[in-house]
């Protein structure tokens, strides 16, 4: 099946050719040489491997046959999407009226994959009408996820969420084995706080402390702040927690869900949200 959706990709010149050799041993060692060479189709191509694995599971957990075409049409509708989206952010790539410019700059904001070597975290704390969560999310240096965790804080203030999250999310990075780790959120409070660059708020005091006390001295730990343009995944885990309501940690490290896993895609492709200045 999955040689006649590349063939058929092809044939309707949706892709100009097969993109992996048969001598290829892996697909992510394929899609990082396309990375590297900066090939203009490696978006479709994401793209269409995430359809063909939508339609490997639809066979495998639901018995529904394998439709070649119906798998090539569903990448080619998600990729139109994603370009309509893109071009949101582009205001050039479209036609709007023309209104005077605002004075107000604009920053691009999007995931950014840590240096060669170092396992990025993000992590995030909600709140919703059933109560608060934190959430995590841990790829490494080429984008891959690696895992993912949440937990149900019942009515934790949100300052206590974030830094729960920090917590659980910096534990289980730790549990990899990883030396070099990037630690990233988007509640500049909780970032400040553990730089030491103010004064520790009285709710997040023991949770500060737990982390610098779990912290080993051979692990080199940064941590930095970013919006929530480029902290979504996060956010959507810990959403995810409000939604199941386990107060003891769910981990996964399989993107089970849909909708997280084209946040995954999009972060890894590059994808950037405009932010404006205040």
């Known amino acids: 099946m999955v040689t006649k959706i590349w063939d058929l990709a092809v044939s309707q010149k949706w892709l100009l050719s097969q993109p992996f050799p048969p001598s290829l041993p892996c697909v992510r060692e394929g899609l990082h040489i ?42 080619k509708r998600i990729w139109a999407e994603w370009k309509l989206r893109t071009s949101v952010f582009h205001p050039h790539s479209i036609h709007l009226p023309i209104t005077p410019p605002t004075p107000k700059a604009t920053q691009l904001i999007g995931w950014r994959s840590p240096p060669g070597g170092y396992i990025k975290l993000n992590f995030d704390g909600t709140l919703s009408s059933s109560g608060a969560a934190a959430g995590f999310v841990i790829r490494d240096w080429v984008g891959r996820f690696l895992q993912a965790g949440t937990r149900f804080l019942e009515g934790a203030p949100i300052l206590v969420a974030e830094a729960t999250a920090m917590r659980d999310g910096i534990q289980a990075a730790l549990a990899t084995g990883c030396r070099h780790l990037i630690v990233e959120g988007d509640n500049k409070v909780v970032i400040q706080a553990i730089q ?35 902290n979504m995944t996060a956010d959507w885990v810990a959403k995810y927690g409000c939604d199941i309501q386990k107060t003891s940690i769910f981990s996964f490290s399989y993107p089970f869900h849909k909708d997280f896993l084209s946040i995954l895609i999009y972060d890894y492709l590059g994808r950037t949200l405009e932010r404006r200045a205040a």
């Not at 060479?37 to 939508?54: F, Q, T």
């Open 196 to 230: 030491g660059q103010i004064h520790i708020p009285w709710q997040i005091q023991p949770l500060i402390r737990d982390i610098h006390n779990m912290i080993p001295p051979y692990v080199h730990c940064l941590f930095q702040h970013t919006y929530r343009e480029g």
């Open 34 to 75: 396309l990375y590297n060479v900066g090939d203009n189709y490696l978006p479709r191509v994401a793209i269409l491997l995430w359809s063909i694995w939508k339609s490997r599971n639809a066979l495998v957990f639901d018995n529904d046959g394998p439709k070649p075409m119906g798998t090539l049409v569903r990448a």
